[in-house]
């Protein structure tokens, strides 16, 4: 298990919140796309691709590289940030975010940027393609430790496939595939409880033949510790159910699932003001080293 | 009329060797499992009825039982195939490629995957189950998607060669089979060519007007029974067989084209949309041509044996000669 120091969880704290700084930058040049999934995930995304994951960004395709698939694609600027600033691709060309010609597509197209596992979008096939990863690093390496992560939303956990999914990989005792799910409570048309109500969540995955924990998502000792449980767990496929706050690092986006699917530049006008739109939103963002200094375009 | 060497000689005699060709692909997948390590399985509890258990009984630990649920094993295979194996998902066309279709799209076409998707039990001569076990809409929505290829091989011995070249060729291809026990119209040596058709009777030259028929899969029996009844009554008639549905043997549509009066396509398969549609396509850009397209006209199948079904769509050779003669008269 790697116990995180002190010194290292502000390191990845800080490594979070450039992530979200670019998130918020590239969803106000994009002028579409979702912000709360992004920026509540980016405590993860920071923990896993500079703590836990084997992999080398010099290059992507090395064979003995863990995977990580994330299966609610909607949430890719979080994706694309992380890898950018992992070092797969230029940091430049996060600008570029679902624009015409580019390698950042409005959802993960695994074909076309370096650091893609799989495309996504369609909720609900993560799960089993994360699955079918595992058998395979099984079959080859009974004993394998490549593991094979699979995020996915809370939302998506209302699609019929996650479940075929998990029951297969209950059937097959898939020591090594770790779901992570982020638990914020929101989809796009409302509060899951609301939407479609999911708990008991945990309840569910444990009937499922998963070992299950709960964790605070923006903990990353303790989200590192749980992933290291999860690592030495060798009769059960896991699942850790990450409770994150949609929208984390600025107030502005903080818990209101109308964040689910607007960009910072541009929500609606009866929701966020104009003084808080565009740039203004990025000096909203709250960080550990000082207010950011983000003028104005015109 | 000219035969091709490639066929059954017993062809045309009523004793002629029936056996679905299902059966080719069981054995197909097996000698491929044999060949190539990478290649794995799948089933979503139709591992007899698709045939995988030859290969399940083989190399069980190759073989992954996902019960009955078709969308996670296609998406399962996108994960394996991403993992670097070469999987084979077997099921019926109804519901892979037909429940699965979405993420057969997004997790393999898309991803450029190499799985091999193989829809059991096409065509209304699935016969008394009905028509929800009767898919007659997969070769449309297959043949729609970018880096995707279809097959429907004639019999087992093509089915079987397919196989194994669905197994060697890198990226997503899917195969349509046939559930009933058909005539076996080829030889165990004949060859398949990827992306060829094969001019299984060539027209008597003698006639003054003809008819190329055009058919895919199993229909090749019925095109060839009309065929010779066509040639022996004065009508030239070519019959070609397209095991190959996409891509499309374009060279030969032209040449088709150009040598007789009339294409006429059939298939066990809605007429809108399927391999008629396809030839219809390209035809009318390059060398506009009359086609008859013989296929189910926009309605469900319904409970029956083959023979009584394929009769009553329309789809048997007296079908095939009424059609014919009908429209070359007119």
Known sequence: MNYLSDSEVEKLEHKANEIRQSIIEMLIEAGSGHTAGPLGMADIFALLYFSVLKHDPKNPDWEERDRLLLSNGHICPVLYATLAHAGYFPKEELLTLRKFGSRLQGHPHRESLPGLETT???????????????????????YTSKYIYCLMSDGELQEGQTWEAAMLAGKMKLHNLIAIIDRNGIQIDGYTKDIMPLEPLAEK????????????????????????????????????????VPGKGGDIFERDFRWHGNPPGKGPENFVKKSEQGPAALRKLRTLSGAINAPDHD | MKLSPHLNPKIFDSDIEKSANRNGYGEGLKLAGEKFPKVVALSADLVESTKTNLFAEAFPERFIECGVAEQNMASVASGLSAMGKIPFIASYAMFSPGRNWEQVRTTIAYNNANVKIIGAHSGISVGPDGATHQAIEDMAIMRVMPNMCVLAPVDKHEAKKATLFAAERFGPVYMRLARNDTPVITKEDSPFTFGKAEIFMEKNLDTKISVAILSTGTMAYHALLAGKELNESGIGASVVHFGTVKPLDTK???????????????????????????VAEYLSQVNPTKIIRLGVRDEFGQSGTPEELLAHYGLDSKAIVKSAREVLAS
């Open chain 1, 205 to 244: 995955f444990a009937a499922f033949n998963f070992d299950v924990q709960e964790v605070d998502g923006h903990n990353l000792r303790m989200v590192s510790d749980a992933i290291g449980k999860a690592q030495a767990v060798y009769s059960q496929p896991s699942v850790i159910i990450a409770h994150t």
């Open chain 2, 252 to 278: 030969m549509l032209d040449r088709l084209s150009k040598e007789h009066d009339l294409i006429l396509t059939v298939e066990e398969h809605q007429a809108a949309g399927g391999f008629g549609s396809a």
């Open chain 1, 120 to 142: 996504s979008g369609p909720l609900g096939s993560g799960l089993s393609q994360a699955v079918g990863m595992a058998i395979a690093a099984r079959m080859d390496n009974p």
